[in-house]
């Protein structure tokens, strides 16, 4: 079964880091593009960051570029999110999804790990 | 980066209607735009992906159409389980951006 477990959510104080794990199984992990999208409580949908299957390339949005690193490990198939100088308004459910291979859409999701950000 | 609005941001249905959701990108992406379905407290769930290829699994009571600038999310006769948030998503190029979202609740 094709699955993704993300791990590392919590509670931080403003400023501080945290790293979040994106376990993944029952695919070929190096080949798909990997992305990481957040959502804030009661609001939509934002995406946050995504990342090539040979790990060479990454984008961000404006809103966590120079803060966030996104990486992966393709030899122990895990995503990470590397999340530095944390804000009140990064609060939110952050999931990562996997891109289809033929097409940049999402087909898989994990069901999301809670990051809170408050003094 | 592209701007994506929707239209409208709620509408009450009942089971059997047809329901119509628009999608409207600030500049032309093609046919890249994929539908997404969100129940409270779940990850997202594809349902269309390059505008109007339905997503394996998913009833073909959903439809994708559009390219360019302007797309439509079609169900054709609203099921109970068919109550959630959908959202619109380009993946024309980076960053990608998400629609704000089309609330569909019981009449």
């Known amino acids: 079964e094709v699955q993704l477990l993300e791990s590392g959510g919590g509670l931080v104080r403003p400023g501080g880091s945290l790293r979040l794990s994106c376990a993944a199984s029952?695919?070929?992990?190096?080949?798909?593009?990997l992305t990481w999208v957040r959502q804030a409580p009661g609001k939509g949908l934002e995406w946050v960051s995504s990342?090539?299957?040979?790990?060479?390339?990454?984008f961000y949005a404006d809103s966590v570029k120079g803060r966030f690193t996104i990486s992966r490990d393709n030899s122990k198939n895990t995503l990470y999110l590397q999340m530095n100088s944390l804000r009140a308004e990064d609060t939110a459910v952050y999931f990562c999804?996997?891109?289809?291979?033929?097409?940049?859409?999402?087909?898989?999701w994990g069901q999301g790990t809670m990051v809170t950000v408050s003094s | 980066a592209i701007q994506m609005t929707q239209s409208p941001s709620s509408l009450s249905a009942s089971v059997g209607d047809r329901v119509t959701i628009t999608c409207r990108a600030s500049?032309?992406?093609?046919?890249?735009l994929g539908w997404y379905q969100q129940k409270p407290g779940k990850a997202p769930k594809l349902l269309i992906y390059?505008?109007?290829s339905l997503q394996s699994g998913v009833p073909s009571r959903f439809s994708g159409s559009g390219s360019g600038t302007d797309f439509t999310l079609t169900i054709s006769s609203l099921q109970p389980e068919d109550f959630a948030t959908y959202y619109c998503?380009?993946?024309?190029?980076?960053?990608?951006?998400f629609g704000p979202g089309t609330k569909v609740d019981i009449k």
């Open positions: 999804a996997k891109e289809l291979g033929y097409d940049d859409a999402f087909d898989i």
């Open positions: 029952g695919f070929s992990f190096s080949t798909y593009a």
């Open positions: 990342i090539l299957g040979s790990g060479d390339s990454a």
């Open positions: 500049q032309g992406i093609r046919n890249d």
């Open positions: 390059a505008a109007s």
């Open positions: 998503l380009h993946d024309y190029n980076y960053p990608f951006t």
